[in-house]
């Protein structure tokens, strides 16, 4: 498998020393059971003072992948419930609102020796994507954000922010469609070696930035003091439940202190004309976002023509939402 082992390998090790002193809750396991059509994939990065390559090959990218269609997947499902959505967790999303109590630290097992747990070929990239364990996958989610990404936005020379990347899927979009520089935050470490390594495999990495949030409690802005961005994406978990170990990041925000996050503090970090673009496939989440936004100065473009009361509570993929602060007077 071809690669930059040197280059991955130091941001192996810049990870590996940030996250030692992360704190994260005990994983018990998904409260759901797995995909029937995981692939079961299993090989290990190696040790990152030597080199970063899978001791086994990924399967190659089939030559018949459709390049124009960025929902094709080995993995493809359409999940029509919270239960479905949850088999592709593994997932993160920047978010706080676990008790520290309940915390403990993250397991000695080294972080630059990681079994990944699927290979996944999705258009437009060359290269199959990698799945690390705890990290999120279900790309029908973003199916319509996408698609907006390599057709409508302008991502020419743009700054972006991602929230919650998971295995990096949009950040990688982001980057192809041209943007000069990708911010990604997660609070997985997982996720945060999981983004850095399918950039660098893709030969993007010199344009990524990926960092990780340094406590439960603290906000994904917290990085971010003095920076602004033209677009902040975020496909933040949809559903106002506890968590209970670290792939439900992905799924779960507890009280939507994370939506709260994202309406009041992306704001401070956008550029003149800077947009927030949020995906949401739980309509509850939609009702609380659409109550609370305009409170905060934000206007809203719905990118979906679903009729809302048509959808169950919670669907793939999710509605696209489009914010901008409106003038001020």
């Not at 344009?207 to 971010?224: E, G, K, T």
């Not at 673009?277 to 109550?291: F, P, Q, S």
Request: aromatic share 6%.
């Amino acid at each position: 498998m071809p690669g930059r082992s040197g280059s991955f390998s130091i941001l192996l090790a810049l990870v590996g020393v940030t996250t030692l002193g992360l704190v994260v809750l005990l994983a018990r396991g998904s409260r759901r059971s797995p995909r029937a059509n995981d692939l079961s994939i299993s090989t290990h990065i190696s040790d990152a003072q030597s080199s970063t390559q899978p001791s086994s090959q990924p399967p190659s990218s089939p030559a018949t992948s459709p390049a124009t269609s960025p929902t094709h997947s080995t993995t493809h499902s359409t999940p029509p419930s919270s239960a479905n959505r949850a088999a592709g967790a593994g997932g993160s999303s920047g978010q706080s609102g676990l008790s520290q109590s309940a915390a403990v630290p993250v397991p000695a097992k080294s972080l630059t020796d990681i079994e990944v747990k699927d290979w996944h070929t999705l258009a437009p990239f060359e290269l199959p994507l990698a799945q690390l364990p705890t990290v999120f996958w279900e790309p029908d989610d973003t199916v319509t954000l996408r698609a907006w990404i390599a057709a409508e936005a302008d991502m020419k020379g743009k700054r972006v922010l991602e929230i919650g990347p998971g295995t990096g899927l949009v950040s990688l979009c982001c980057l192809q469609a041209g943007a000069d520089q990708v911010v990604a935050v997660d609070i997985n470490p997982y996720a945060v070696i999981n983004t850095s390594y399918n950039a660098d495999r893709l030969g993007l990495v010199e344009r990524l930035d990926v960092r990780q949030v340094a406590s439960l409690d603290a906000s994904p802005f917290a990085l971010m003091e003095g920076e602004d961005f033209d677009y902040i994406i975020s496909n933040p978990p949809w559903e106002d439940e506890p968590v209970e170990s670290l792939d439900q990041y992905a799924l779960y925000d507890p009280g939507m202190r994370l939506c709260q996050s994202l309406l009041a503090e992306s704001r401070n970090h956008l550029k003149p004309g800077g947009k927030l673009i949020l995906v949401y496939g739980a309509r509850t989440a939609l009702t609380t976002l659409e109550t609370r936004a305009p409170q905060l100065g934000w206007q809203i473009r719905i990118l979906d023509a679903r009729p809302r009361d048509q959808l169950p509570e919670v669907f793939v993929p999710g509605v696209m939402l489009e914010l901008r602060q409106r003038p001020r007077t």
